[in-house]
C-alpha cells in the first residue's frame, strides 16, 4: 500500500488512502445549535460554529479523494432504555435527556434535534453510527465496520474534543487504531478544554495520536485521485 503523509505534531502522520477513514463525531443539531442538549447543560453553542465550515471542507475533499466517511450521532431510543440512569440524572437539568426542547425531544433518536446538521449531511453509503456514550466505540458496531472496510487509519473531526472526540481517540488508540485530530475541526465549548485536550493527544511521543490544521489535511486529500478517478485515469480535484 503507497503511503503519503500529513504535516502534524508531534511528527509527520502517515497514511494510505485505502485503509483510512474521516470520522465525523456528532455534528448534530442538538451540540451545535440552540435549544439542544449542549445550550441546556449551559453551553454557549456559537462557539462550537467554528468548526462547521472547516469539517465541510474536509468532508468534500474525503468524498473526492474516495475515502471512507463514517458519522457519529449521540441519543438514545425513544424509550430510553439504553441510557444509563446515572446519564438521565446527572446534572439535575429542568430539561434533559428524553424531554421535550425546541427542537423534538433531547438526543433521541428520530428528533429533529438530534440529527446531523444539513452542512455535513451524511450521503448515501456512509454509515452512521448511533451511541449511547461518549465514545463512539463503546457499544456500538464502529470496531466491526471499520475492520471490515481494512480501515485502520482515522482522521478525526467532531464535537467537543474533550468530550466525544477525546473518549474516541482514546478508545480508537487502544484498539490499535492510529488517529489524526484536525484542530480547527473539533471544538469546545471551552477555549481552556479545546487547547488542552489538543495538547493532551500529542504530547509524550503522540501518546492518544496527532494533531494538525485541516490546511495540511487538504494539501494531501486534494491530490489524492479516488479509486474511481484513477480507473478513468482523471487527475485529481
Ligand atoms: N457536553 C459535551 O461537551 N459533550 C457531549 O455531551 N457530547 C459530545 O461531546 N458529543
Redesign the pocket.
Known amino acids: 500500500m503507497a503511503t503519503i503523509q500529513i504535516e502534524a505534531e508531534p511528527y509527520p502522520f502517515e497514511l494510505a488512502p485505502e485503509s483510512t477513514a474521516l470520522l465525523i ?2 455534528m448534530q443539531r442538538d ?1 451545535v445549535e440552540p435549544g439542544g ?2 445550550e441546556m ?1 449551559g ?1 454557549d453553542v456559537s462557539l462550537l460554529r467554528s468548526t462547521i465550515e472547516p469539517c465541510r471542507r474536509v468532508l468534500e475533499a474525503a468524498r473526492k479523494a474516495g475515502l471512507a466517511v463514517i458519522h457519529t450521532r ?1 441519543g438514545h431510543r425513544p424509550d430510553l432504555t439504553d441510557a444509563p440512569p446515572a446519564k438521565l440524572k446527572r446534572g439535575g437539568l429542568e430539561v434533559g435527556i428524553g424531554d421535550e426542547g425546541p427542537m423534538g425531544r433531547v438526543l433521541v433518536r428520530g428528533e429533529y434535534g438530534h440529527d446531523i446538521i444539513s452542512e455535513l449531511y451524511p450521503e448515501a453509503g456512509e454509515p452512521v453510527v448511533d451511541k449511547p456514550g ?1 465514545g463512539a466505540f463503546h457499544e456500538t458496531d464502529l470496531h466491526l465496520i471499520l475492520r471490515n472496510r481494512g480501515i485502520s487509519t482515522l482522521i478525526v473531526c467532531g ?2 474534543t ?4 477525546h473518549t474516541t481517540v482514546r478508545e480508537a488508540n487502544d484498539r490499535g487504531y492510529e488517529c489524526l485530530v484536525l484542530s480547527d475541526c473539533v471544538g ?2 471551552f477555549p481552556e478544554f479545546q487547547r488542552v485536550a489538543l495538547e493532551m493527544i500529542k504530547a509524550q511521543g503522540g501518546i492518544f495520536g496527532w494533531v494538525t490544521h485541516s490546511g495540511h489535511a487538504l494539501e494531501v486529500l486534494d491530490r489524492i485521485r479516488s479509486p474511481e478517478d484513477a480507473a478513468r485515469g482523471a487527475g485529481p480535484g
Open positions: 463525531i456528532d451540540f442538549f449542549g447543560l453551553n449521540e461518549k464535537v467537543t474533550e468530550v466525544c472526540v469546545s465549548y
